[in-house]
């Protein structure tokens, strides 16, 4: 793969290509959940999006180091502490702890690091000490405020103009501030909260800084791709940018990616509106391959709307995606010839839309086209195990590019079979060979006898020219 891939920058709101600091490796810093509940879909959206991005930069040749935060000391987190009466870093611990059984359901990869703010607090306090050496922090009775105007460049991120600002319901309104918009790296304790030592007393960090130091520590004073959602622009993706390129002078990230929003009859899906459905609740209705497939049916950047129908239809188009994969297995055990000029054009076919495929993800990782792309690439496969003889090696290249490519959204359909898949095929191939023999004994009484039940377990029989074929439904 020679062709550039192509994002959009929030930075610049332009397609860029993308150039990595290191050739052949990225960099990626994606902000993750508050932990004070469980997540809800639209938390699940930028887990899935970025864990996509990711599987297709490594399909690339990309070594990546991914690093995902946990927000664990935060205002959130108290509240909810002090409303179940629970030791706020243990009642973030347990929702971390759900988190992972959430999107281990969507099949994401592990991050490279997992970092906390509980675990990182003398960098955080470094990093606050590195603000205000630089000139662009100050001390207020034990708070420690960020001077928004004394950073010119204020605002680029998100394309606000700071006299035009007002504070808003993540700025704290404190009157001792130089500015309104000044926002908190460090806030002094209070009874009951959680608080560690520092130059300026007990307290805890405020919200931004701690992707700053985190960042930092792990992937270096610069790197290549920053992404989270939208509503992260402002102001928390805006501070990071103040926070780190105050003190090292340099881009924070090339890259600023941000997923679009999903939507509830056009409205956000937030905990603030009360609208939002925990994904626990979702993968109760629907299995997590489906809200994985719908969560990537549109390109990253478009909102989504949500509602059952959604889902369902993406649970068929994932069906006609299994279907193809069980059909080429079971073919693959069938086809004995090579060479033959029906495998050639299969193979001819395969390549054009792995391609199509690539140019997909290359336009700003499109995976509403790059499923497009396997949609037809699957009734390629099925047209051509309607001939009457199968090329195996045609039949094995058409599996491994299908299969990789299933992969890259994170649809891993062979994780789904049994572990005693040997075991399984065999007792499978034991049932069609006694149904096959009472129907050339004309005891088809038996043999509908085989199919019916095999059908009441899940498990249907197809006859084909080749022989007969079974999947599960």
Excluded at 32 to 44: D, E, F, M, S
């Amino acid at each position: 793969m020679n062709k550039p891939i192509m994002v959009h920058n929030t930075l610049n709101n332009c397609k860029m290509e993308l150039k990595t600091l290191e050739p052949g490796k990225v960099k990626m810093y994606v902000c993750g959940p508050t932990t004070y509940n469980y997540i809800h879909l639209g938390n699940a959206r930028p887990i899935v999006v970025f864990d996509t991005i990711r599987r297709y930069l490594t399909y690339c040749g990309y070594e990546v180091t991914y690093i995902q935060n946990f927000t664990d000391v935060d205002d959130k987190i108290i509240k909810r502490a002090n409303e179940e009466k629970d030791d706020p870093i243990k009642l973030a611990a347990r929702y971390i702890d759900e988190f992972f059984k959430d999107v281990n359901a969507l099949n994401v990869l592990p991050a490279t690091k997992y970092p906390k703010v509980s675990e990182h607090m003398q960098d955080i306090i470094d990093f606050v000490q590195r603000i205000i050496n630089a000139g662009y922090g100050y001390e207020l009775d034990g708070d420690v405020y960020f001077s928004v105007r004394k950073y010119a460049e204020y605002g680029k991120l998100s394309g606000r103009n700071l006299d035009d600002m007002q504070a808003g319901a993540r700025v704290d309104v404190d009157t001792r501030k130089q500015d309104p918009m000044d926002f908190a790296l460090w806030k002094s304790a209070k009874p009951g909260e959680p608080a560690w030592d520092s130059p300026w007393g007990k307290g805890r960090p405020g919200w931004h800084i701690e992707c700053s130091a985190m960042s930092c520590k792990y992937l270096g004073e610069q790197f290549d791709i920053h992404g989270g959602g939208q509503d992260l622009i402002f102001p928390h993706h805006e501070n990071e940018i103040a926070q780190t390129e105050c003190v090292t002078g340099k881009p924070m990230a090339n890259y600023w990616l941000h997923n679009g929003f999903i939507t509830i009859n056009s409205e956000k899906m937030s905990k603030s509106l009360g609208n939002f459905f925990l994904l626990r609740d979702i993968l109760d209705k629907f299995d997590a391959e489906t809200v994985r497939f719908y969560l990537l049916s549109v390109q990253y950047r478009s909102p989504l709307d949500f509602d059952d129908e959604k889902l369902q239809v993406a649970q068929k188009g994932l069906e006609r995606l299994k279907n193809c994969y069980n059909g080429l297995h079971s073919g693959l055990q069938m086809a004995k010839t090579e060479n033959t000029a029906a495998g050639a054009e299969l193979l001819q076919k395969i390549n054009a839309l792995e391609e199509a495929f690539q140019d997909a993800m290359n336009d700003d990782f499109n995976t509403a086209l790059a499923s497009a792309a396997l949609f037809d690439m699957a009734r390629e496969i099925n047209t051509y195990l309607k001939e009457t003889t199968l090329d195996r090696q045609a039949m094995q290249k058409a599996s491994e590019v299908y299969t990789t490519l299933l992969s890259i959204m994170g649809l891993d359909f062979a994780a789904k079979e049994d572990e005693n898949d040997g075991l399984t095929e065999a007792l499978m191939q034991l049932l069609i060979d006694l149904r096959k023999q009472a129907r050339q004994e004309k005891n088809y009484a038996m043999a509908d006898q085989i199919r019916n039940q095999l059908n009441e377990i899940g498990v249907i029989l197809e006859d084909t020219k080749q022989g007969t074929t079974w999947k599960r439904k």
